[in-house]
């Protein structure tokens, strides 16, 4: 099973749950993500889209998948 392993790569991107700074709401963000990203509660930016992989602005809780 590690020969199949090594021949497929895992993807680097994952989902990310994110907690913003000012209002300690959590929202789940895509880690390579293409928009900038606000908080649905304040409107502050949890995520700013940079081309490849997001700035990530909030605190990360968890990683996910």
Not at 39 to 59: D, F, P, V, Y
Request: positive net charge.
């Amino acid at each position: 099973m590690t020969e199949w392993e090594h021949l497929i790569p895992r993807p680097s991107s994952q989902f990310l749950r994110v907690r913003c700074k000012s209002c300690e709401s959590e929202q789940i963000v895509f880690s390579h993500t293409t928009h900038d990203i606000s908080c649905k509660t304040c409107g502050e930016s949890l995520a700013e889209a940079r081309g490849g992989k997001a700035r990530i602005n909030g605190t990360i809780i968890a990683y996910l998948g």
